[in-house]
T-cell receptor, first 115, second 112 residues
Framework: QKEVEQDPGPLSVPEGAIVSLNCTYSNSAFQYFMWYRQYSRKGPELLMYTYSSGNKEDGRFTAQVDKSSKYISLFIRDSQPSDSATYLCAVGPPTASGGSYIPTFGRGTSLIVHP | DAEITQSPRHKITETGRQVTLACHQTWNHNNMFWYRQDLGHGLRLIHYSYGVQDTNKGEVSDGYSVSRSNTEDLPLTLESAASSQTSVYFC???????????FGQGTRLTVV
């Protein structure tokens, strides 16, 4: 079992829809949770970053972490065609790792927002 | 502005040749990483470095090597290129524990 599981999609939605992207992870010690956005033929860029459980909101984007079920989500409100990209979730290292600095990435979900 | 750059952006090489992909960052970050990205696999870690003279193997390190002689650069070498190494390669850097990783634009490598 991979440490982070993510459905690759593609997920196709109409403009204005609410989008829900999800990941599950296996190691309950993970504390840091990230969402990266990757446009076609570009490198990933950090979109959202949360620590431990709870929600974090930034404009149309909300990141949610449920540590009890090891489930992380990214919600996009009023989705736009410019949101079309691949969204990768990533988890930070376990706190007991002794200083490992390496995020573990999911496979990414391809999102298509059509006008 | 600080940045991370990869070169070349595209490379076609023949099986068995040695290939080196360059990665240069100007943030003075201690941590640098090489990933490959393939359809169905996502980002897989090849090698990483926590500082000068430090290198470590990642998940898919066979056939690859890196060296870190200064803070800014982490070149990735394919010692004898194989068709299975056709992929998009990303270099990334970060400052410390659980901070944002900044990615380069990627190098698309084709081994024929």
């Amino acid at each position: 079992q991979k440490e982070v599981e993510q459905d690759p999609g593609p997920l196709s939605v109409p403009e204005g829809a609410i989008v829900s992207l999800n990941c599950t992870y296996s190691n309950s010690a993970f504390q840091y949770f990230m969402w990266y956005r990757q446009y076609s033929r570009k490198g990933p860029e950090l979109l959202m970053y949360t620590y431990s459980s709870g929600n974090k909101e930034d404009g149309r984007f909300t990141a949610q972490v449920d540590k009890s079920s090891k489930y992380i989500s990214l919600f996009i409100r009023d989705s736009q065609p410019s949101d079309s990209a691949t969204y990768l979730c990533a988890v930070g290292p376990p706190t007991a790792s002794g200083g490992s600095y390496i995020p573990t990435f999911g496979r990414g979900t391809s999102l298509i927002v059509h006008p | 502005d600080a940045e991370i750059t990869q070169s070349p952006r595209h490379k076609i090489t023949e099986t068995g040749r040695q290939v080196t992909l360059a990665c240069h960052q100007t943030w003075n970050h201690n941590n640098m990483f090489w990933y490959r990205q393939d359809l169905g696999h996502g980002l897989r870690l090849i090698h990483y470095s926590y500082g000068v003279q430090d290198t470590n193997k990642g998940e898919v390190s066979d056939g690859y090597s890196v060296s870190r002689s200064n803070t800014e650069d982490l070149p990735l070498t394919l010692e004898s290129a194989a068709s299975s190494q056709t992929s998009v390669y990303f270099c990334a850097s970060s400052e410390g524990l659980n901070t944002e990783a900044f990615f380069g634009q990627g190098t698309r490598l084709t081994v024929v």
